[in-house]
């Protein structure tokens, strides 16, 4: 066979020499052209960069707005028409029953001026020889700032909660309950009067948990007559914990369920002490996490039928 190198045949009476193999770590390290290479940062920015816009900024998408599935409604069930003008986000029920009185509202072409006057779902309601038409259920969680009023229209123009969330939908939302100006936190909006008036009438008594900062330390006999309960407008109110979060005596963690207005202010004035900072952090089950403040985030399909349903303390 001409042309290739025979191969060597293994010879028994032949002593061979053990060559030491290198370490299996040995083998199998990294050489230098594994080496990670640091990079120069970058000090100038490249041509037609553009700054990342922060999320509430400008007016959403629409595919970013959420749509919620209407709950089922009985078309032979009569609500009244206040409520009807409310729910469609043509003003507060308050309102409405003086554009009632007012004669600018018809159903099926006959002018209604009777406060209680009930319509059905199918009606032809027309306001100011407009027609009213139901809108879309919205629900928006803000992380209130401070110097922020807790209102739909401030007669002295003073920043108000509705200025944050103005591009967020098209729908006339207002916010549920009230926060003092200078109270941070949870705070609910949405155009759902059904769900905010549960939300908010005292008999349900929805969990709220606070952030209080006092401006000195709680002694414990004050401590003692809180957790016993204050009588604040001939209601004695008892919180349901009170925890300190550091380790002063002056950062307290508060729950409670009252719906009395002003209520955590007002029960360390009746003890003698000045809340410094208040910030509410859970409202309903609802909770601030991953919402910066000033910030707000629309609520999620299952956390709207858990509030529907009960379900949050």
Known sequence: MTGRTPRPRFNPNQRYERVERPERRERFERTDRY???????????????????????????????MEYKQR???????IRLNKFL???????????????????????????????????????VMFHDQPVRRERKVYILLNKPKNTVTTTDDP????TVIDIVRNACAERIYPVGRLDRNTTG???????????????????????????????????DTEAEIRAGVVLDDERVIPDALEFTKDDRKHI?????????????RIFE?????????????????TKKN???????????????????????
Do not use: W
């Open 35 to 65: 080496e990670r290479v640091e990079r120069p940062e970058r000090t100038e920015r490249r041509e037609g960069f553009r700054p990342r816009i922060q999320r509430n900024e400008g007016m959403y998408s629409q595919k970013k707005r």
């Open 72 to 78: 089922y409604e009985d078309p032979t069930k009569p």
């Open 86 to 124: 409310a729910n469609a986000g043509i003003c507060s029920r308050r309102e409405a029953d003086d554009f009632i009185q007012a004669g600018v509202v018809t159903v099926n072409g006959t002018v209604v001026d009777n406060l209680g006057a009930k319509v059905l779902p199918t009606d032809r």
């Open 156 to 159: 002295e123009e003073r920043h």
């Open 186 to 220: 949870v705070l609910l909006l949405t155009n759902d009067g059904d769900l905010a008036a549960r939300l908010t009438h005292p008999k349900f008594g929805k969990k709220k948990i606070y952030a209080v900062t006092l401006d000195r330390d709680l002694d414990e």
């Open 253 to 265: 963690g508060l729950e409670i369920h009252s719906g009395q207005n002003r209520v955590v202010r």
């Open 270 to 286: 009746k003890v003698g002490y000045k809340v410094a900072q208040l910030d509410r952090v859970s409202f309903a089950g609802l």
């Open 291 to 313: 919402v910066t403040r000033g910030h707000y985030r629309f609520l999620t399909p299952k956390e709207v039928s858990m509030l529907q349903m009960g379900a949050f303390e």
